[in-house]
């Protein structure tokens, strides 16, 4: 695997998703992967890019001002490194990332973060239709369990499982933390 071209884009660490308002999540490694994948980015000296979900619904727990806004611990950028906010699921639309991603000559974008198949999903998918090589770290990657619109609820690991299988299939390439810890 080479990343000489990469650059890190962590998607929507935020505190928020604590909240007992969202549903369960099922990934109790996200924020350790989530961190040991930034640390060895970081050690590397390789470019990266924060991506903060600015909700502009008044109720939201992602809204500007309220707790929940905060990037989980660990997960601030450090001095010198980006931060893009957005208030759509794709990290793409409505902000200057793309822009961004050509200045740091990349070509490649490892990407990762909180839930995998709504915004970490959308990123990816809009990415690849832009041109960009995607790279899913599916380990560092969270999700929610979501209603099935007939009473019942699908578990937050088939969602996962699907969206990994269908961005894999036709959107990215699928790694885990440790594969790309290793690659650098």
């Known amino acids: 695997m080479d990343l000489n071209d990469a650059v890190l884009l962590l998607v929507d660490y935020q505190q ?3 909240d007992p308002s969202w549903p369960r999540r099922w990934n109790s490694d996200v924020d350790r992967n989530g961190l ?6 970081r050690r590397a000296k390789r470019p990266l890019i924060h991506v903060r979900h600015d ?15 905060a990037l989980r611990p660990g997960f601030e950028p450090l001095p010198g490194e980006q931060l893009v906010t957005k208030s759509v699921n794709s990290a793409f639309i409505g902000t200057d990332l793309d ?6 000559g990349a070509k490649t974008v490892v990407t990762c973060g909180i839930s995998t198949d709504m ?10 239709n832009m041109g960009w090589n995607m790279m899913l770290v599916e380990d ?4 929610f369990d979501l209603p099935d619109g007939k009473g019942g609820s699908v578990p937050a690991e088939e969602v996962h499982r699907a969206h990994v ?3 894999g299939f ?3 390439r699928v790694a885990t933390t440790r594969d790309v810890v290793s690659a650098l």
Request: proline residues 4%; contains cysteine.
């Open 99 to 104: 822009l961004r991603l050509r200045r740091l």
């Open 55 to 69: 909700s502009v619904e008044q109720a939201s727990t992602l809204r500007p001002g309220a707790p929940g806004n």
């Open 36 to 41: 040991a994948l930034l640390a060895a980015w």
């Open 16 to 18: 928020a998703f604590d």
């Open 140 to 143: 560092a990657c969270d999700c």
């Open 170 to 172: 036709e959107f990215c």
């Open 165 to 167: 299988a269908t961005l």
């Open 119 to 128: 915004c970490v999903s959308t990123t990816i998918r809009t990415g690849a």
